[in-house]
């Protein structure tokens, strides 16, 4: 079963150029963020938090067209967290601002290959 993450939604949304400048702004690489969003990794509190803080200022900066990922997307920490719940607000813990992206629509973005 395919499991679409948003931080998969993110990179799909994403240029390579796009992919690489948050890397380089999270100190890590694409390869890792790819780990990230197929699941296969979970990223730590403080990586998450800087995953959040550099889609943010993507999202603005791309006047939405890249969605904004959430702490709690992509950590389990921050999804128990109850300080994450009072400042992001407890819809942040169930969902995230992305558009509906589908299946069919990820696999032309990865050149026919979904994990």
């Known amino acids: 079963?395919?499991?679409?993450?948003p931080l998969k939604i993110w990179m799909a949304a994403a240029t390579p150029d796009e992919q690489e400048l948050l890397a380089q702004r999270v100190?890590?690489?694409?390869?890792?963020l790819y780990q990230y969003s197929g699941g296969h990794r979970s990223a730590s509190a403080d990586r998450a938090i800087a995953i959040e803080k550099?889609?943010?200022?993507m999202h603005r900066a791309s006047k939405g067209r890249l969605p904004r990922i959430y702490r709690t997307d992509l950590s389990a920490a921050c999804r128990s967290?109850?300080?994450?719940a009072r400042c992001?607000?407890?819809?942040?813990?169930?969902r995230s601002e992305f558009p509906v992206v589908t299946e069919a629509d990820l696999t032309e973005s990865e050149g026919g290959h979904v994990d």
């Open 81 to 84: 967290c109850e300080f994450a």
């Open 1 to 5: 079963m395919t499991t679409i993450t």
């Open 27 to 32: 100190n890590t690489t694409r390869g890792m």
């Open 54 to 57: 550099a889609t943010a200022a």
């Open 88 to 94: 992001l607000g407890e819809a942040v813990v169930v």
